[in-house]
């Protein structure tokens, strides 16, 4: 079991920035990735951005393509904790984010924290 609490959602102004956090805990070994998605009001959940936790490829990210530039998906080993930097932030940004880690075959979730960023 792995359990995830996403923290760092927020109010912002057009232009600002945001650091959400994703911190694990219980069977960690197991976590081969983690992940950031985000879901819009009336939209569908998307890909924000991906990081490999373990083995071949250990350390590699990747990105939605339009998030490229603006957001850095990064982790702390010690923390057991994965971030994601937002910067210039738009308004077509504001979403419920939500982190999630893949274990094998298996899916966990954090809560998701609400991102608002006003015009």
């Known amino acids: 079991q792995v359990q995830l609490v996403e923290s760092g959602g927020g109010l912002v102004q057009a232009g600002g920035s945001l650091r959400l956090s994703c911190a694990a805990s219980?069977?960690?070994?197991?976590?081969?990735?983690m992940v950031w998605e985000r879901q819009a009001p009336g939209k569908q959940r998307e890909l924000v951005a991906r990081?490999?936790?373990?083995?071949?490829?250990?350390?590699?990210?990747n990105y939605a393509d339009s998030l490229k530039g603006r957001f850095t998906i990064s982790r702390d080993n010690a923390k057991n904790t994965v971030y994601l930097q937002m910067n210039s932030l738009k308004p077509e940004d504001t979403a419920v984010y939500y982190c999630y880690a893949i274990t094998g075959g298996t899916y966990y979730w954090g809560q998701g924290t609400q991102v608002t960023i006003s015009s």
């Open positions: 990081i490999i936790l373990h083995g071949i490829g250990g350390g590699n990210t």
């Open positions: 219980g069977s960690l070994s197991r976590i081969s990735s």
